[in-house]
């Protein structure tokens, strides 16, 4: 056994070392500076009370991203240097976001040992490669993010910091091989255990869906699939799951091996992304040489995201949350006793509200992020939860979870065509779409994401934003003067935030523009960028009269839109006409 001594280097604090919501996030030549990582790793381990370190087992993985396989051996060392007993390593590396919650929540060691937290290495839905994005977070023992006490101590631990604890003579350890590692210590045996990246996750998921209906559904002539993992981590689910347990064609993942650069492209799943994905369902420019499959769906880097699809049809994330919250208990087992309420990020869609009201259950709006919904779920008040950035989940784990995701439509198209499958016409994603709108309205969305702005120029634009909120007769002549056939302005505020479980208070969430008829206007910064700001803009209308409900929705928000330019004044601040992306 290699006997290993802690050494305690001498290091000098960094800028701007402030871990936001999901993590520090920066491009890799940040990371790959002298002692960066190694200060932000110091930082949280002293940031932890020490019985979650000394003695404690921790998870290292990510999405497999250029510079996680170094960054996994500077963390083990870090981490038996630090006092840690055992790291859990998914093989190569690799545990999607959703997974590395479920092992800490879930799995349980040979020796009878749990995690009480974990290192995720991944920048998300951030492009990867030598050139672009790195990220780091540590979620804590409930399987979900740190909350804001542990990050701000993080970064006050960053902006002082003077050394740090490493094993030097510690090898590197082989991930690419299943098998436990054992070391020796100044506090006795220190072990790395490899294990297979999928195996909990797969048990996991069996447990809350029905498999054998999903099996059918797949089996059917009438039905066909699709899935890419646009070369991220899902990949390394997606044949396990979908292709030997679900019994789906091979052929039928797109992007399934996992790269360090994504294939070079941006692992983000929407319709501006997902290309090879969208032309196959019938949504790109071109029409397709086949004819589309019935459903297709994708994954981001982690594995946290997904955005679902019929032949020729795309679905809100918006959307998607409600329909899956108001088809759960009858299509989801693990939901068949009822569920305990439901919760949205503030920009999302008011759909799931409609549905929360129409099936009295518990609701909650809460800031972007997903920490707060696992507060909720930790208090027993939430089952299914969603963001309109395409981030669906539910309180089987404390992340988003892109596969869940799948599953859940997967599962409500099985239970809708139960008795379909032998050569009866199909009820399709696009039928169950339309259908939920004819029941409870249709919620018109799309969001502009305005991406590297200028980050002076984005703050200014932000604060001239709540500025105007002060005369709401200001705003409503600047909406008339833009759109005559626009509604009036009622309430414009700044999104606030008490939580019911903790009572803690977020300030600051998002400037809104709430119109007499429903429709809404929210901007935002978004934090999950490397490097500018990222403005999001989105644009909300909801239609209850069944006879309008069929429009196009750019066409249908066209008026909103051409009033949140005007009012911002987007074209001033930023210099942009158009925006990066559109969904």
Known sequence: MVVFKVARLETTPFDGQKPGTSGL???????IQPN?????VQSTFNALTPEKVRGATLVVSGDGRYFSKD???????????NGVRRIWVGQNGLLSTPAVSAVIRERVGIDGSRASGGFILTASHNPGGPHEDFGIKYNMENGGPSPEGITDKIYENTKTIKEYLIAEDLPDVDISTTGVTSFGGPEGQFDVEVFDSASDYVKLMKSIFDFESIRKLLSSLNFTFCFDALHGVAGAYAKRIFVEELGAQASSLLNCTPKEDFGGGHPDPNLTYAKELVARMGLGKSNPQDEPPEFGAAADGDADRNMILGKRFFVTPSDSVAIIAANAVEAIPYFSAGLKGVARSMPTSAALDVVAKHLNLKFFEVPTGWKFFGNLMDAGL?????????????DHIREKDGIWAVLAWLSILAHKNKEN???????????????HWATYGRHYYTRYDYENVDAGAAKELMVYLVKLQSSLLEVDEIVKGTRSDVSKVVHADEFEYKDPVDGSISKH??????????????????GT????????????????????????SQDALAPLVEVALRLSKMKEFTGRTTPTVIT
């Open 529 to 552: 960028g490397s490097e500018g700001a990222t403005i999001r803009l989105y644009i909300e209308q909801y239609e209850k009269d069944p006879s309008k409900i069929d429009r196009d």
């Open 509 to 526: 969430q998002g400037i809104r523009y709430l119109f007499e008829d429903g429709s809404r206007l929210v901007f935002r910064l978004s």
């Open 71 to 81: 960054a996994i051996q500077i963390i083990i060392k870090m981490a038996a240097a």
């Open 421 to 435: 499958l032998h050569g009866e016409k199909l009820v399709t994603v696009e039928d169950i779409v339309r259908q």
């Open 36 to 40: 960066y990582l190694q200060n932000f």
């Open 25 to 31: 996030r920066k491009k890799v030549k940040v990371f």
């Open 382 to 394: 939430c089952s299914v939860c969603g963001e309109e950035s395409f981030g669906t989940g539910s």
